[in-house]
DNA sequence: TGCAAGTTTGCACTGTGCGCAATTTTGAGC
DNA sequence: GCTCAAAATTGCGCACAGTGCAAACTTGCA
């Protein structure tokens, strides 16, 4: 969320520093980022939530205790950059969309091109990792808090700067609560199953979320069905932007 | 959020709440409860977040340490209890709504019903006191979540047990992003300010976002009234200024 | 090659969170 | 009133989180 060092594109530095300056010393930090959080989740993975500490991650991946806390403020922190990886892919791909597309539409897109084995099986195996555990689930939901911001900002440049802030602080957590919602249902529903079939039930999932809050969650009587197939895409009753 | 057993610390409600185990015992474990909680909340004023410990809540008590963890798993836990305060009366108001209404318009009135002083005044204090700070965001964050839970639960049992959770999920979130966002734009456009003035912003924000989030967000600078006739919630008044 | 800047590490210290057992308080029955 | 068991409080110890600091080490550039 906070030390996601890669995509801080912000102020001072250019666009195209980012891109083509992989010094050595960049190079040795990311290496040693990722296998500090590579090592963090290979430890929840075998132990378990909360059965493991900082030191045990440290010595997996083979740095000092102390070098762990010069890279993540918290053992939560290291396993929330997987997380992290996973909204800025998104995030990556709703900026992509075209301007004249919906909100809706675009956060749509960006989360169905997610859906796939590679992007979404770090995401599912945290989500079901740490269900039952406040401190992580906290990191997940600080996560997605950081996105939301995210969108607010590129819904406000597409939008413009006149565009009113409750218009789009509104928008962009209920998007977000919707992609939440179908993350969440998915796994209830099917757990940690990255099959096909099982990431099609996903996909759907994301579609019907967006479309119900396209729709303004009018009718209950509708959301009985499970009818995968009705629906297209985003609603109509907004398609004029 | 968790040990939201007696949930009002102020005086007037006793009445109504404890019905049930009034035992001499239980009120002097509530009492204790809440005069931690007040300890915290002042220390968080006078001090300033991350400029106390809770040792020092536990001194202002007047109870040890070790006491302070059998009713509070951490510090910030104290002070979201504050947060949980708001959500819980949120909640009652919610549950209380005529089961014909939409669920939108039963959370719109559940949360205007807050916009008064009493309410509102300590969850106010809490959201300035907390925008800066990590781990009191996070239990932010939480408090929110737990009433998404809650709100899903009182739909469901409003709307049947057939209805999809996909919805529920969407729809319950959704709500909770648009009152997060509500108080959030309030709060940046107000700061804690608890005139009657600014309090009758927060309740047009509450009602324009939920306006917004009936109308699926259609395009915002367009008066547009009847998306559909499915959508007869929550009048579009977000055409006020 | 040498040096300045950047990185890692050990050390020390404060604070958290919780298990445990001793101690005190409480409330109900006698 | 008195007694006693249940419940609450407290002190203590322990493992672990996080952070400042300075010493050691590595990297890149002149």
Known sequence: MTQTSSQDATAESLTLAETSAPSRRELNKAA????????????????????????????????????????????????????????????????????????????????????DPMSVAPMAELFSLTQDNRQLARSELEAWEHCTAQIIDAARSRLGEGISELYLHALAGSVISCGKAAMTVWFIERGPDLSAESLAVLRQHLIDAMGLLGAGFAPPSNAFSTATTASPSVPTTKDRF
Chains 1, 2 share one sequence.
């Open 32 to 115: 040693t980022r990722s296998s500090i959080a590579s090592a963090a989740l290979d430890l929840l993975r075998s132990n378990g939530p909360g059965n493991f500490t900082v030191e045990d991650i440290a010595a997996t991946a083979g740095v000092s205790r102390r070098t762990f806390f010069n890279y993540f403020p918290s053992l939560e922190a290291a396993l929330a950059s997987v997380a992290d990886g996973f909204m800025d892919h998104a995030l990556e791909q709703f900026r992509l969309r075209p301007a004249e597309e919906s909100i809706l539409e675009s956060a749509q897109a960006a989360l169905m091109a997610l859906a």
